[in-house]
Nanobody, 128 residues
């Protein structure tokens, strides 16, 4: 069955870096765009990034542009989120998700309803 497992979260000081990984199995990763979302306490889950597999399209939330970079290694079945210059506002649980629609890119909406399967999340805490 489809499985997404995030890892790489932790506690980091402001200005630090983390790389999150999302291990995907049970489906053809190279056929789907993949997204990263985050949810802070008391807030709605919000899109952070999207990376396509076939058309080169990407999406980044304004709040992370220039600091976060998503990449993927389809052969390894893994999607990554490199997070640099982290800020306290980046504190949240980070989730990876499969974008709905076989072969689609990252164009269009970036709501939770535009994605299907979700991982369990990994906690990122940015604090001094």
């Amino acid at each position: 069955q489809v499985q997404l497992v995030e890892s790489g979260g932790g506690l980091v000081q402001p200005g630090g870096s983390l790389r999150l990984s999302c291990a995907a199995s049970g489906f053809f990763l190279d056929a789907f765009a993949m997204g990263w979302f985050r949810q802070a306490p008391g807030k709605e889950r919000e899109a952070v990034s999207c990376i396509s597999s076939r058309d080169g399209s990407t999406y980044y939330a304004e709040s992370v542009k220039g600091r976060f970079t998503s990449s993927r290694d389809n052969a390894k079945g893994t999607v990554y989120l490199q997070m640099n210059n982290l800020k306290p506002d980046d504190t949240a649980i980070y989730y990876c998700a499969i974008r709905a629609g076989y072969g689609t890119g990252c164009y269009g909406g970036q709501t939770i309803y535009d994605y299907d399967y979700w991982g369990q999340g990994t906690q990122v805490t940015v604090s001094s």
